[in-house]
């Protein structure tokens, strides 16, 4: 083990020099520190909710919801295919999770049947009394479809509070319907729970020109939707709007909030396939007017004059600057599949975790000052060798946090403490290891190497067990958790190169340079 061939020496040398490098951000201004050259590290350690305050919010997904608008969905496919057919019907409507409606001539039944099972994947169809169908989705359809709603709402709550420049969001899933987000440094939470709280569903959808102008009769097939326009009442004007949903939302490539005569406006762009709809839709109705809904709400309710192709377009209203921005923002992201409610909320402040860090910044300078007094004064020069690796050992730690981009939280300032004392463990090991072989008359040469040598297989079994435990806490914990199993896992890595590769250099070069004939262990 006195052995130390160059290469392993230039790597000991390139890793701490790495290591300082990487740190060095850390000390610098975070505008200045962005400012650096693109080929010179920048990144800085991100700081969690605990130690930089922010805001905590506890959402909760309503699949009650989504399964209302699958049957909903169903029964507008059921009555295009039932009329296309000719077939006879009533009362088709939603039967607590089923849909449900009566053939008026039973000899249409299998007919009904075999229309009721295309329309969808997956349904259970049961017949009654008097030709009553009635269908529902199978449960293991349901549990699919609520697990694809879940990570695509997260994904785009992902998006949306990207779009807003937030750094280091976290943002995961607890439970079978919520997501829970923290966002630190995020001091007014208001701008991101309205964000959130927008299910931002677009929709272009025409007006039923059949219905009555106050809304007295809503036909089948439409709704009666609000406005944000008021009438010359000062109540919110009412439309009745066909449910048929001519272009959607999803059909989006880019949205944009600019200036149009000077009010804020939306430009929007269709892809390929949004753009053909919306040119027929506009081309055969010219003269009809034509509802954009934005979550069941009619933005404006313009009348066709011309065509509209190219796949582009103008959402305009009482829009305020800010207003235009955020809707951008929000069809730019894609609608949420389904509404989210806030259960609850928290806003952690600065001074809180000004606190922790130097809660935490004495902790470590402590627990620092009482290693290194206690290894000087154990192992003499040999302990002051460890000493300097146990410093390394900590720029290294923070090195590979600022290189990784991991969140430092509270009880990950724990995990650094308790490494700092873990540390010179492996170092504790050699030396007593050192000093039997000394004991039992070996000379220097002989029984650094054994020391070395043998303290190996207990080293590596002691920094394995301890690094699996902390593997486990980071796969099955959350949150403050796994913060803590981030860093207890760099930390036994970075301890464990710094005993057996960096100390053993500092020792061998000693013994190489100084030749002692005796050790002062």
């Known amino acids: 083990m006195v052995q130390f061939p160059r290469w392993q ?25 962005e400012g650096l050259p693109g080929w010179v590290p920048s990144q800085q350690i991100n700081l969690g909710l605990d130690l930089q305050g922010g805001s905590y919010l506890l959402l909760e997904i309503d699949l009650d919801e989504v399964a209302r608008e699958q049957l909903d969905n169903l029964i507008e496919s059921l009555r295009i295919d039932l009329r296309r057919a000719k077939i006879g019907y009533t009362n088709l409507g939603v039967d607590g999770q089923a849909v449900a409606f009566q053939v008026r001539d039973q000899a249409n039944l299998q007919q009904a049947r075999d229309i ?90 025409f007006v039923d020109e059949t219905a009555p102008i106050d809304g007295s009769r809503v036909p089948a097939g439409s709704e009666l939707l609000s406005s944000d326009e008021l009438d010359p ?68 309710a313009p009348v066709i004059r011309e065509p509209i192709l190219g796949g582009r377009g103008i959402i305009s209203g009482s829009f305020t600057s800010q207003e235009v921005q955020d809707l951008a923002l929000l069809l730019r992201a894609g609608a949420l599949p389904a509404p989210l409610t806030i259960l609850e909320e928290r806003t952690v402040g600065p001074g809180l975790g000004a606190d922790s860090i130097a809660a935490g910044k004495i902790a470590s300078i402590l627990g620092m000052i009482f290693v290194v007094v206690f290894m000087g004064t154990i192992y003499g020069l040999f302990g002051l060798m460890a000493n300097v690796a146990l410093i390394l050992n900590l720029v290294l730690i923070m090195a590979a946090l600022s290189g990784l981009q991991a969140t430092l939280t509270l009880p990950g300032i724990a995990g650094i403490v308790l490494t700092i004392g873990m540390a010179v463990d492996a170092n504790v090991l050699i030396f007593e290891r050192i000093r039997e072989e000394i004991r039992e008359g070996r000379g220097p040469v002989t029984a650094i190497d054994a020391g070395y040598r043998r303290a190996m297989t207990t080293i590596i079994d002691s920094n394995l067990t301890t690094l699996i435990a902390a593997l486990l806490l980071f796969q099955f914990g959350t949150g403050p958790v796994k913060g803590f199993a981030v860093t207890l896992a760099i930390g036994l890595i970075t301890s464990m190169f710094t005993a057996i590769m960096l100390t053993r250099l500092l020792v061998v070069t000693w013994l190489r340079r100084r030749k002692p004939q005796a050790l002062a262990i």
């Open 9 to 33: 020496q230039l790597l000991v040398l390139a890793v701490v020099v790495l290591g300082l490098v990487f740190v060095s951000p850390n000390f610098l201004a975070r505008e200045t520190a």
């Open 116 to 205: 009721l099972r295309n329309s969808a994947d997956q349904l259970l169809i049961e017949s009654a009394e008097g030709g009553v169908l009635k269908a529902s989705f199978t449960p293991q359809a349901m549990r699919d479809r609520q697990a694809g709603i879940v990570q695509q709402s997260i994904e785009i709550v992902r998006r949306r509070i990207d779009e807003t420049g937030t750094r280091e969001p976290s943002i995961q899933q607890q439970g079978d319907q919520r997501i829970l987000v923290q966002l630190p440094g995020v001091r007014d939470p208001e701008r991101i729970k309205s964000l959130l709280g927008k299910t931002a569903k677009l929709t272009f959808r």
């Open 233 to 300: 009442l000062g109540n919110p004007r009412r439309y009745v709007i066909k449910k048929r949903i001519m272009v959607g939302g999803d059909s989006l490539t880019d949205a944009a909030a600019t200036f149009q005569d000077g009010q804020p406006v939306v430009s929007f762009t269709f892809d390929g396939v949004g753009a053909k709809r919306f040119a027929d839709a506009t081309r055969q109705n010219v003269g009809r007017a034509f509802a954009i809904v934005l979550d069941d709400t009619v933005i404006s």
